[in-house]
């Protein structure tokens, strides 16, 4: 159907209707030529794949900060363990208590997923090795999972 013309805008053609090189087919708010040239319905498989496309790559940097943080926690409970130690002059009696303190500021993540080995505890040096497994949203490879921290400090004495 044709737009009659207004007097005013006599030889201006819109863009849709200067491409087709005619003033008809454009077909603005018809649905008169929904065949080949047509967007209708066009979007939406790519708007799905992009949108998908987007949440795994959002998945997959929230597990990498996950997995970041709990290293880091992991890492400063085992320092504060041995250096709790340490600082006691590498008495064997304070690894219990320090043990339970790095456990408790981890909170349920400490108590399920940790496992402290106490490598070397005398009146030189505190070695503590730390393995844990970091929780996961996606399903991942265990050698990505696994946490695993050794810390060596040495004890204090006056002298």
Do not use: C, K
């Not at 009659?4 to 003033?23: F, H, I, N």
């Not at 987007?54 to 929230?62: C, I, P, R, T």
């Not at 844990?132 to 946490?147: G, K, Q, T």
Request: glycine residues 12%.
């Amino acid at each position: 159907m044709r737009r009659p013309r207004r007097a005013g805008r006599r030889g201006r053609e819109d863009g849709a209707t200067a491409a087709l090189g005619s003033d008809e087919g454009a077909g603005l708010g018809s649905d008169e030529g929904a065949g080949l040239g047509s967007d209708e319905g066009a979007g939406l498989i790519d708007t799905l794949v992009g949108f998908v496309i987007f949440l795994v790559l959002l998945l997959v940097a929230v597990q990498t900060l996950v997995h970041l943080f709990a290293v880091s926690a992991v890492t400063a409970a085992a320092n504060d363990a041995a250096e709790a130690v340490a600082a006691d002059g590498g008495n064997p009696a304070a690894v219990a208590a320090a043990q339970s303190t790095a456990v408790s500021r981890l909170g349920p993540f400490g108590s399920g997923h940790t496992r402290f080995d106490w490598l070397e505890v005398n009146g030189q040096r505190v070695s503590l090795r730390v393995t844990a497994r970091s929780p996961a949203m996606v399903p991942l490879p265990a050698s990505y999972r696994d946490i695993s921290r050794t810390v060596t400090v040495r004890t204090e004495r006056f002298r």
